[in-house]
């Protein structure tokens, strides 16, 4: 079974400074997508970057990007010039690309790290 | 569009009480997920369906749990006998149903709040 693992319960991070989130995985597939999301105090969840496995490109979304090492099973999200609506908790996740095309397993998630942002 | 709807938002029931949980996908979705997510945790897969099919179920804690989408739109997800531990909140989430993130990207909802007393 795969598991997903985030080191830090709370990080905190000044206005307009960058900040890394860590997150490592394990796994025995070589295909596989991973997510990071956001959960705001609304408690709702929302994407906010997605990596393929077999891209050796990391993804990127406006301010948000990753650093992923695949042979190392890390899989980071970095925040730059961070904002106040950046407070969240945010989840990494994983899941396997062995479902067909008709769908595909559920997502395995990390407890995920608490961001602050100080004004 | 409309997204996901869960209901209800909130339900408190005592121990041994079943409860049942409804999830209504985006519209033309065909995968359907439900998870669990406990305080101060990540959420946790329980199971999901293709239209009606139950694809797969490993995730449910125990036979207290299940869940149906009987006409492989609007599921529900039954707890019978209900217990304090069960406290949590139930999501779901739902996708197209294609290959590929992007195109399999999971939408959640918002939530349904449940309290075992």
């Known amino acids: 079974a795969q598991t997903v693992t985030q080191s830090q319960p709370e990080m905190s991070v000044q206005e307009a400074e960058t900040v890394t989130l860590s997150c490592t995985y394990d796994t025995s597939e070589s295909d596989y997508y991973l997510f990071w999301y956001k959960q705001p105090p609304s408690r709702q969840m929302i994407l906010v970057i997605r990596?393929?496995?077999?891209?050796?490109q990391n993804a990127t979304e406006n301010r948000f990007s990753v650093n992923f090492q695949k042979a190392a099973k890390s899989f980071s999200l970095k925040i730059s010039d961070s904002q106040l609506g950046d407070a969240a908790m945010y989840f990494c996740?994983?899941?396997?690309?062995?479902?067909?095309?008709?769908?595909?397993?559920?997502?395995?998630f990390g407890k995920g790290t608490h961001l602050i942002i100080q004004p | 569009g409309a997204g996901v709807s869960q209901s209800p938002r909130y339900k408190v029931t005592k121990r041994g009480q079943d409860v049942a949980l409804r999830c209504d996908p985006i519209s033309g979705h065909v995968s359907l997920y439900w998870y669990r997510q406990a305080l101060g945790q990540g959420p946790e897969f329980l199971t999901y369906f293709n239209y009606e099919a139950q694809q797969d179920k490993s995730g449910l804690p125990n036979d207290r749990f299940s869940a149906e989408r009987p006409e492989g739109s609007i599921s529900t997800l039954t707890i019978q006998r209900t217990e304090q531990r069960d406290s949590a909140m139930y999501r779901c989430a739902s996708s197209l149903g294609r290959a590929g993130p992007a195109l399999n990207e999971q939408y959640f909802g918002p939530g349904t709040r449940l309290t075992v007393t």
């Open positions: 996740a994983y899941r396997s690309a062995r479902g067909s095309g008709g769908g595909a397993d559920g997502l395995t």
């Open positions: 990596q393929e496995a077999y891209k050796q």
